[in-house]
């Protein structure tokens, strides 16, 4: 008899807790900004910027310092948080995607969404896409189970990009209502366009107004919710309670309210008591769009920004939540990167990856849950925009070998010896000293394991998705 009661306590504790949202998996949330600047938190050093959202998150959880990109821009970016993989190995290198091409993420590729979907979770993706605008390449064939979002970047119109207006940033930015009358940005869900042009002065409200009503509606199930936010990337917008005319605080207003929305998410994370079994992980896709001046963000401490193999371009501000789990205002300096992401939600989950394809993140789950131990990561491979290979990071020294272009004047002449560099990042962050001089043999030997590295991924990279002609 009392055999019986204490297993009908424990059927009814597990009940409880299965009604309280206390899944054994744990549940995991992405939210990624859009050219969004390493100095551009308040917890990463921004005195302009208020950020009280992500900075609680921060103070809650763990500050991820050495936090790298794969790519300096938008599309080869995003397809290596996904996937795992250098953007090279995948054939999503070569620049951004625009609404004329026919090319996309191959959905034979083994993503975030997809290794969480195998093992039963609930899968959304809610944002900026911009990994193939085809039905064959939209997030439900790449394992989310739903989608709302723009197909690319939001200065970019169905369907061809043409038409764009040729207004300054600051005239823009005045008139609100160009969202609309200026641009030819589609909406889209699942596979269909709902709303040509979006008004992007509300698409990041309503992004996150869909996480909200996803995470309550799987509250009692394991979720993934993937928020690719369009913003702050040109042109800017925002809702009309979070407005300031001023051209010159319009990158603020954008973030602040980035920052509320997420604070919004949170409170219905905590509120659902889905605290203690939920990840949720806040960063870039990569540096700030510094031309755009105050329509762009700040890399801080770090040189150039967007575009740039520079720190400025691929190192990112990152916030990692997880109460109970990740302990509580700590910060990891190692160097961390979107394509540890798939293998260490792997590692967090207690699941396998496929075996049939190499990826290049590592399980980085001991960082999340640690504040000791070494490192799974001694080097990192740099990238341009265009997935030209230009540099290496190995422990605290960086090369970089920047190719120059052909004399114009001239196309017969051979192009010019590349340019070499090599920081110290622990000393110079900024990469202000150039030490290939000081230390010619160990550039040598960097170059060497590069382009080493860089063979591999080459030799046996896998095709992206292609339209048929």
């Known amino acids: 008899m009392l055999r019986t009661r204490l297993a009908v306590l424990l059927l009814l504790t597990a009940c409880c807790a299965i009604s309280r949202g206390e899944s054994t998996k744990p549940n995991f949330v992405i939210i990624f900004a ?13 005195t302009k910027i208020r950020t009280p959202n992500i900075d609680q998150m921060a103070t809650e959880g763990r500050r991820f310092t050495n936090f790298m990109v794969a790519s300096p821009v938008c599309t080869p970016s995003r397809a290596a948080l996904l996937t795992g993989c250098y953007p090279k190995r995948i054939g999503m290198h070569q620049h951004v995607l625009f609404p004329a091409s026919t090319r996309g993420l191959n959905p034979t590729e083994h993503t975030i969404a997809d290794q969480l979907k195998s093992l039963g979770y609930a899968t959304a993706c809610f944002g900026k896409w911009h990994l193939g605008h085809h039905p064959e390449t939209l997030p439900r064939q790449n394992g989310f189970d739903t989608y709302l979002g723009i197909p690319y970047s939001n200065d970019m119109n169905h369907p061809d990009n043409k038409g764009k207006p040729r207004i300054p940033s600051d005239d823009l930015w005045r008139d609100q209502a160009s969202a609309v009358t200026q641009w030819n940005t589609p909406l889209i869900e699942n596979e269909k366009i709902v709303e040509l042009p979006v008004d992007q002065r509300t698409v990041t409200r ?13 509250k009692e199930e394991a979720f993934f919710v993937y928020l690719p936010h369009s913003m702050p990337h040109i042109p800017l917008y925002v809702p009309e309670d979070a407005y300031d005319p001023d051209p010159a605080n319009a990158y603020t207003c954008v973030i602040e309210h980035i920052d509320a929305e997420v604070g919004r998410l949170m409170n219905t994370i905590r509120e659902l008591d889905l605290s203690d079994n939920t990840y949720v992980i806040y960063t870039s896709d990569n540096g700030p769009w510094l031309r755009f001046k105050n329509h762009g963000g700040s890399a801080g401490p770090l040189r150039d920004g967007k575009g740039t193999t520079f720190e400025g371009g691929q190192r990112v501000p990152c916030v990692m939540w997880g109460p109970g789990r990740i302990p509580a205002g700590t910060e990891c300096d190692d160097v961390v990167a979107t394509i540890d992401m798939l293998p260490t939600i792997a590692a967090l989950t207690n699941s396998k ?3 049939d394809r190499k990826i290049d993140g590592m399980d980085m789950s001991h960082k999340l849950l640690d504040t000791d131990g070494d490192s799974n990561r001694d080097e990192y491979l740099y990238y341009s925009s265009q997935g030209q290979i230009e540099g290496l990071r190995q422990g605290k020294w960086k090369l970089l070998v920047k190719a120059k272009g052909r004399n114009r ?15 110290d990042l622990v000393a110079d962050a900024g990469e202000k000293n150039d030490l290939s001089q000081d230390h ?10 590069m382009k080493e590295l860089d063979a591999e991924i080459t030799e046996n990279a896998r095709k992206a998705w292609f339209k048929k002609p």
């Open 440 to 449: 010619s043999d160990l550039a040598s030997q960097l170059a060497a394991r």
């Open 206 to 218: 309503r992004y996150t107004d869909r996480a909200i009503n996803f995470i309550k509606q799987h």
């Open 34 to 46: 859009d050219d969004q600047g390493y100095g551009d938190l308040g917890c990463f050093g921004s």
């Open 409 to 423: 004047n001239n196309k017969k002449a051979q192009p010019a010896k590349p340019t070499i560099h090599l920081f």
């Open 353 to 355: 990856l496929p075996a």
